[in-house]
T-cell receptor, first 113, second 111 residues
Framework: GAVVSQHPSWVICKSGTSVKIECRSL??????MFWYRQFPKQSLMLMAT?????????EQGVEKDKFLINHASLTLSTLTVTSAHPEDSSFYIC?????????FGPGTRLTVL | QKEVEQDPGPLSVPEGAIVSLNCTYS??????FMWYRQYSRKGPELLMY????GNKEDGRFTAQVDKSSKYISLFIRDSQPSDSATYLC???????????FGTGTRLLVSP
């Protein structure tokens, strides 16, 4: 299957700082990438759909000014958590779409102190 | 009512058992059905992908889709301790844009 990477795999930051997470499709081009958030023992919650070269589409209740998404190329999408707070601590996972299948990255664990 | 219902478990079975995991859904527009396996603190891994109704087999895994009943299943034969993980069903409609996930079933296979 297609390979999706994320960087960093984990990050710890102070409250008020911004954190950028990168999502790359390694062996294919992805016109559409997705960003999810997952709390412990819960399922994935879709945050936004990212299309290359256009603005991301955010799900209801997700603050677009807080979670900035940029999909600058066919192999890279970034999620920036701005002015992070402890309640933003979570597991963030990206995925990339290939035809009608979706492949996930390994996730990034964010801890905000 | 959620669009996709999945028993969260945990489901505990002995090694070698046949495991049956299931999801029901309410949206008749769903056409694409997937099963993902997720180990703790890892991203989901695509196991099976099925379009519309029918069966699909891959090694020890068999996926079944019954659209008339809005019911999908994943069977794992000869289960192994390494199969211990959370299994997520996911589905989408034609004109695929986003997946709708079940809550996941936690499976524990004991040696």
């Amino acid at each position: 299957g297609a390979v999706v990477s994320q960087h960093p795999s984990w990050v710890i930051c102070k409250s008020g700082t911004s954190v950028k997470i990168e999502c790359r499709s390694l062996d294919f081009q992805a016109t559409t990438m997705f960003w999810y958030r997952q709390f412990p023992k819960q399922s994935l919650m879709l945050m936004a759909t990212s299309n290359e070269g256009s603005k991301a589409t955010y799900e209801q209740g997700v603050e677009k000014d807080k979670f900035l998404i940029n999909h600058a190329s066919l192999t890279l999408s970034t999620l920036t958590v701005t002015s992070a707070h402890p309640e933003d601590s979570s597991f963030y996972i990206c995925s990339a779409r290939v035809a009608n299948e979706q492949f996930f990255g390994p996730g990034t664990r964010l801890t905000v102190l | 009512q959620k669009e996709v219902e999945q028993d969260p478990g945990p489901l505990s079975v002995p090694e070698g058992a046949i495991v049956s995991l299931n999801c029901t859904y309410s949206n008749s527009a769903f056409q694409y059905f997937m099963w993902y396996r997720q180990y703790s603190r890892k991203g989901p891994e695509l196991l099976m992908y099925t379009y519309s109704s029918g069966n699909k087999e891959d090694g020890r895994f068999t996926a079944q889709v019954d659209k008339s009943s809005k019911y999908i299943s994943l069977f794992i034969r000869d289960s192994q301790p390494s199969d211990s993980a959370t299994y997520l069903c996911a589905m989408s409609a034609v004109g695929f844009q986003k997946l709708v996930f079940g809550t996941g079933t936690r499976l524990l296979v004991s040696p």
